[in-house]
């Protein structure tokens, strides 16, 4: 506990130094097959050279003279020798059964390295950070070019690979956990959760660092997010640092550090590799050349933690060390607390942004095509109408497959896996919309940005919805919560309120969750049913979401517009004027976003007055028998619509010539 406080009060002094490459170390031993898999190994058939991680069993005194010649130049922190030491990984060389021992011999050795030059300088404590690294596959990304929903490994596989990981890590004592090199944040997210796990389970906090990579000068990641989405993506956990590795070099990751620098509460971190790779794929920029770039970062105090990846030595860390001393550590801005969501893209949902539109028709139960699309397995046709929303101006996409015909977890992840292959949808965040909580972590379990769930709610009372809004939590998405609770839907304007104080109260005092990722819906419900006790819904949401926005902290707002106009089912002109002048209100009253038909929403303006007196009416409430005389107006338009439709049916029995003149 005590190292843990220490490192985040020297980081507010000064820039703290990680150590370089320890591939390029083990290199210059010239190690043999024999060397790396020793007696022990004799009987492994695969072949063990270049498996480094082994050696940390085979060969520790090695690990810990490289160890030592980090420490002797200055690293401030350590990393582990077990940037390959998950089970993923290692089954290329058969060592599955080892992970566990790699993980808890090489904190062992790493640990003990550290506390020796901690005792020699001891006004310049050492830590030791666990590498975690990508493993050789990607959650979020397929790696069959025929087959874009087909993933090597889940995001169950890299869970419990990671959880062992990070035990034998734990267990053997390192300060830090460093989730490095990511490359797909899916894998990142799981690595996360794990850790997490592992903690509770060893009954032992350490603190997490986690760093990407942007391997391409169009500034995104391999899996395609920009730094910006990559931060909202992990940004759930209470990071000590989160940053950038390896690469292309110092000066090309400048901009992305820079990014990161502006918008991460955590601590920023950079270490790259030595330069552009060389022809032979090899990195070979001196400490001085690459001394300039490290300068020029530290000179714009972008940074709070620095050092090499590939190709650098204790050379050039002895230079980063220099300048690191003579460098002022950034200091973190204070940031208002902002809803951030994310698909490949990042998506700031704050005052100055306008209404969220949520895209509805990717629903089985809300659109008949998406749901006939989806039974007839037709899922290029079914993704065209997710695109279409994104064109339309979906800024969210929500997607629902409950279906008492369907078997919704199944359809769930084959639809997610391939819709996060198309990056003109997966550009967007995703709404996961599902009754059944095991089709929404099914859901979570396949994007790599930070979704929403849709929803839960304190509809089976309160241990269920700790239990899931805590799961949420880890998964990094933000929720939904509906008015609901033991006793039923909320109603009434103070039954909204109540419900949603309650679930807030619960959230963010017990369960810790970020109430800037909580988005209250309070029930969008059908009026001008004909009933009078449905005539004041629209009031009692709109008044509800006002109260909300004014009395439970940096929450947001949300509805299912459509469920408003249910009663005009097949007229889409009134639906849409309905919609409209509703939005017009709920959005002053505070509504933050929505779930609409994108692409169907009037303007306000455009409205035909007559009918926008009507819907207003009725909306606000303001008359006994507003609803009849809509219901009236819209008879009257449906006839006028149908006496269109003869006309258009007559035309067609004219003359070729008289139907191309129509
Ligand atoms: N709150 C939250 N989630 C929700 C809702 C909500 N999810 C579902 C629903 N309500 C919002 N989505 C829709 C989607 C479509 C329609 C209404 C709400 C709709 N569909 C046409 C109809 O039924 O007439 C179907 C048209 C067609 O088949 O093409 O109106 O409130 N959190």
């Given at each position: ?32 097959e ?16 270049g ?37 993923i990984s290692?089954a ?25 030059y ?21 959650a ?21 690979a990671?959880?062992e ?10 300060d ?116 300039l ?37 950034r ?24 209404f ?10 809300g ?39 369907l ?8 639809f ?11 550009r ?102 004909g ?43 009134v ?45 606000l ?13 819209a008879?009257?338009?449906k ?24």
């Amino acid at each position: 506990m005590n190292r843990m406080i220490n490192i985040k009060e020297i980081l507010k002094t000064r820039v703290l130094v990680l150590d370089g490459a320890m591939g390029t170390m083990i290199q210059e031993y010239n190690l043999q097959e024999s060397d790396f898999r020793t007696n022990r190994f004799a009987n492994i058939t695969a072949n063990q050279q270049g498996n480094n991680d082994l050696l940390s069993v085979t060969q520790s005194a090695i690990i810990q003279a490289i160890h030592e010649k980090y420490l002797e130049v200055g690293s401030d922190i350590i990393e582990t020798n077990t940037f390959n030491a998950n089970r993923i990984s290692m089954a290329d060389y058969e060592m599955e059964g080892l992970v566990y021992e790699m993980n808890y011999e090489s904190a062992k050795i790493a640990r003990k390295a550290a506390d020796k030059y901690s005792a020699k300088t001891p006004n310049k404590p050492r830590f030791v950070a666990g590498s975690i690294g990508p493993t050789n596959k990607a959650a979020s990304m397929s790696s069959d070019v025929n087959n874009p929903g087909y993933r090597a490994a889940s995001y169950d596989d890299f869970f419990e690979a990671y959880q062992e990981q990070i035990e034998g890590l734990i267990a053997g004592g390192v300060d830090l956990l460093l989730i490095e090199t990511v490359f797909d944040t899916l894998n990142a997210k799981a690595a996360l959760f794990a850790a997490n796990e592992a903690m509770k389970k060893l009954g032992k906090q350490v603190l997490v660092m986690v760093s990407g990579t942007i391997t391409d000068q169009s500034g995104r990641t391999l899996s395609g997010q920009t730094p910006e989405a990559f931060l909202s993506s992990l940004s759930h956990v209470d990071l000590l640092s989160i940053g950038f590795n390896c690469a292309l070099g110092a000066e090309q990751m400048k901009p992305y550090i820079k990014e990161l620098s502006e918008k991460s509460r955590f601590n920023v971190s950079a270490y790259p590799n030595a330069g552009l790779p060389n022809e032979f794929g090899e990195y070979d920029e001196s400490p001085h050349e690459m001394g300039l770039q490290i300068k020029q970062i530290l000179d714009d105090q972008t940074v709070n933690i620095i050092g090499g990846c590939c190709g650098t030595t204790p050379a050039h860390i002895e230079h980063f060390v220099g300048l690191a001393e003579k460098a002022n550590a950034r200091k973190i801005p204070s940031l208002a607390t902002e809803t951030v969501l994310s698909g490949l893209e990042a998506l700031r949902i704050n005052a100055e942004n306008n209404f969220i539109n949520i895209g509805e028709r990717t629903n089985v139960a809300g659109s008949r095509k998406f749901a006939r699309l989806i039974r007839e397995k037709k899922y290029e046709e079914a993704l065209s109408i997710a695109r279409q929303q994104v064109e339309n101006g979906a800024q969210v996409i929500d997607i629902n497959l409950d279906d008492a015909m369907l078997d919704a977890k199944s359809e769930m992840q084959t639809f997610l896996n391939l819709l996060v292959s198309e990056p003109d949808i997966a550009r967007v965040p995703v709404m996961i919309d599902s009754s059944d909580f095991e089709v929404i972590e099914t859901g979570l379990k396949c994007l790599q940005g930070k979704a929403i769930v849709n929803s839960i709610s304190l509809k089976e009372g309160e241990e269920a919805f700790r239990q899931h809004a805590e799961k949420v939590k880890n998964y990094g998405a933000a929720v939904v919560v509906m008015a609901f609770e033991e006793q039923g839907q909320a109603v009434t304007f103070e039954d909204k309120i109540r419900i949603s104080e309650r679930a807030y109260r619960i959230l963010v005092d017990e369960i810790k969750f970020n109430p800037a990722d909580i988005i209250f819906d309070v029930n969008i419900l059908t009026i001008a049913t004909g009933m009078s006790e449905h005539d004041n819904y629209a009031v009692d949401f709109i008044q509800a979401v006002k109260w909300i926005k004014e009395n439970l902290p940096y929450v947001k707002t949300s509805g299912g517009i459509s469920n408003l106009s249910f009663a005009f089912r097949g007229n889409n002109m009134v639906r849409e004027a309905m919609h409209s002048v509703f939005l017009f209100h709920a959005i002053k009253a505070g509504l933050d976003m929505g779930i609409v038909n994108a692409g169907m929403l009037q303007v306000y303006d455009d409205i035909e007055p007559n009918l926008r007196e009507l819907a207003t009416n009725v909306i606000l409430n303001k008359e006994k028998d507003a609803a009849d005389k809509l219901i009236d107006y819209a008879q009257q338009v449906k006839n006028e619509d149908a006496s269109d439709v003869q006309k258009i049916a007559e035309w067609r029995t004219d003359s070729l010539e008289e139907r191309l003149v129509y």
